[in-house]
């Protein structure tokens, strides 16, 4: 298993702009979330182009080295259960709280056609293992990146991605995910990981991202002994 150091930015100079944000670049949310307050720094990914995403939401107030330990053995245990998903590719990386989280990543080969967001049987098989494989981890927060690679317009790559996040979403919740745990948002071809310029390439940058990280509830539940 692959383990990133994510980079840890400025919270004012990552979500300067958030307010003006449309449903289509921000992607809509599914439910309310945590509504954790943001905190000083923010854990993030960085795509080959240079832009970031923040992971999860920071809970404004530091959180001990025992706490990230006790979080980080549920993650690393949890990421371990969910190594042999089909189709997925299974990471750990850091959140917003510089706690250890999940990156699952959905080839779009598996999940969908090309220029579609309707799910294919054999992305809803592997999305119906990751729901149970997730029941037993309720106190998680779910974010859920759409992308494509960049052929076609702006425009349209920004609904595309949305939809197949929202299709990812809408299947979870089918299979008895809650949808407050659940946030979208699409990615349109803002943060690839391969050249767009090759088929290969274009096929990576085609994913659909699920972020599992840890709300504030298991975080409490950590500090208080409990997890």
Same mark, same amino acid.
């Given at each position: 298993?692959? %383990? ?8 004012? @100079?990552? @979500? ?16 309310? +979330? ?5 905190? !000083? +720094? ?15 939401? &920071? ?9 990230? /330990?006790?979080? +980080? ?9 969910? /190594?042999?998903?089909?189709?997925? #590719? ?6 917003? #709280?510089?706690?250890? &989280?999940?990156? *699952? ?21 592997? @999305?119906?293992?990751? &729901? ?5 981890? $309720? ?10 690679? #960049?052929?076609?317009? !702006? ?36 943060? $690839?990981?391969?050249? #767009?310029?090759?088929?290969?390439? %274009?096929?990576?940058?085609?994913? *659909?991202?699920?972020?599992?990280? !840890? ?6 539940? !950590? ?5």
């Amino acid at each position: 298993m692959k %383990r990133i150091l994510s980079v840890i930015i400025c919270a004012s @100079l990552l @979500l300067s702009g958030c307010g003006s944000m449309s449903n289509t670049g921000k992607g809509a949310a599914i439910g309310g +979330g945590s509504g954790a307050a943001v905190g !000083a +720094g923010l854990g993030a990914i960085i795509g080959k182009d240079g832009k970031s995403t923040a992971i999860g939401a &920071a809970i404004g107030t530091a959180v001990g080295a025992g706490v990230g /330990a006790v979080i +980080g053995n549920v993650m690393d245990k949890k990421a371990a259960e969910m /190594a042999d998903l089909e189709g997925a #590719n299974i990471e750990t990386v850091k959140d917003a #709280n510089g706690l250890d &989280a999940i990156k *699952v990543t959905f080839e779009s080969g598996i999940l969908f056609n090309t220029n579609s967001s309707t799910l294919s049987d054999a992305s809803k098989d592997a @999305l119906s293992q990751f &729901a149970k494989k997730m029941k037993d981890l $309720p106190e998680t927060d779910l974010t859920i990146y759409g992308h494509t690679d #960049n052929t076609g317009t !702006a425009e349209y790559n920004d609904k595309l991605s949305v939809q197949r996040a929202n299709s990812v979403a809408s299947y979870l919740k089918s299979c008895g995910m809650a949808s407050g745990r659940m946030t979208v948002e699409g990615k349109s071809f803002s943060m $690839p990981v391969a050249d #767009n310029s090759t088929i290969e390439g %274009r096929l990576q940058n085609r994913r *659909v991202e699920i972020y599992v990280t !840890a709300n504030e509830t298991m975080i409490k539940q !950590a500090q208080e002994g409990k997890l």
